[in-house]
Structures are given as structure tokens and as C-alpha cells.
């Protein structure tokens, strides 16, 4: 492995650390704390998550993470005969899909229902309840598909 592929697994073995701890930190206990609130509190608590998480620190290090990851997936395929292959192209699909599509795809949905739902509406502690449940487990998935793809990442690079 060249300098430049090996500072782009580091560089992606962090970016999925940074990003499994953020969402093993929402499973483990942010959650858990917004789920004691009343339906309202923590409806308006995670609607206003929702908005400041789209910003440029979260969304470089989450989706640089994921363009560095195929960049990487791309470069284990054209060395396959090599040790750290499998390895790099583990830790790619492990973020690419186990994080990053499933945001897209499971949670991202969710969010946009969240924020149509009105605090105090006939329909807003189901809404949440049912948020609560379907979000959080999604996100350990994200959690683990991050740590998962860390791990893969730091094996290539010891191999490579």
C-alpha cells in the first residue's frame, strides 16, 4: 500500500470512529434521555437536533467519510491479489452501506416525518413513540456498521 491509499484508510478508519461514537453516544444514552421527556419536549429537542446536525463539520466528516470509502473500494478492487484487499473492501461496504445508505434510506425518512409533526397534534406521542423506537434502532445499526468498518479498515492497514 502506498503512502497516499494508507493516509486514506487512517483518514477513513477516523472518520468512522468519529462517526460510530456520535451515534452509539445517541443510542446509548441521548435517547434515552429524550424518551423520559414528554412526547412535546422531545419532539422539539430532536426536531432542533435534526437541524443543527446539518452542518459542515458533521456532514464533511460523514460524507467525506463515505466519498473516501468508495475511493477505497475502488482501490481494493484494482489490487485484489493483495492482502489488505478484502479487508479495505469490508471497511468500505461495512460505512457505505451500514452507515451511510442506511441514514439515507432509515433514518433521514424518519427525520422528515418528525418534522412535520406538530408538538401538541392528535397524532404526536405515536408519531414519537414509534420514532423513538424505529430511530434509535437504525442508528446502533449505523453505530455498528461504523465500528465495524473502522475495524476492517485498521486490519488493512496493518496488512497493507
Known amino acids: 500500500m502506498n503512502l497516499l491509499a494508507a493516509t486514506a484508510v487512517i483518514s477513513a478508519a477516523l472518520g468512522c470512529a468519529v462517526v460510530g461514537g456520535i451515534f452509539f453516544a445517541f443510542s446509548n444514552f441521548i435517547m434515552k434521555a429524550l424518551a423520559r421527556l ?4 422531545g419532539i422539539a429537542a430532536m426536531q ?8 459542515k463539520w458533521f456532514l464533511g ?4 467519510t463515505a466519498l473516501v470509502s468508495l475511493l477505497l473500494a475502488g482501490y481494493a478492487i484494482a489490487n485484489w491479489s ?3 484487499a478484502p479487508w ?4 468500505s461496504v461495512a460505512y457505505v452501506v451500514g452507515c451511510w445508505l442506511l441514514t439515507i434510506v432509515g433514518n433521514v425518512p ?3 416525518t418528525l418534522a412535520d409533526t406538530a408538538l401538541h397534534g392528535s397524532e404526536s406521542t405515536a ?5 423513538l423506537k424505529r430511530w434509535t434502532a437504525l442508528n446502533s445499526q ?4 461504523s465500528v465495524v468498518a473502522a475495524f476492517l479498515f485498521i486490519i488493512a492497514l496493518m496488512l497493507g
Open 38 to 41: 414528554s412526547s412535546a419536549e
Open 48 to 55: 432542533s437536533v435534526n437541524v443543527t446536525v446539518l452542518n
Open 61 to 64: 466528516v460523514f460524507t467525506g
Open 82 to 84: 493483495t492482502p489488505f
Open 88 to 91: 479495505l473492501l469490508g471497511g
Open 110 to 112: 424518519l427525520n422528515n
Open 127 to 131: 408519531t414519537w413513540e414509534h420514532y
Open 142 to 145: 449505523r453505530a455498528l456498521g
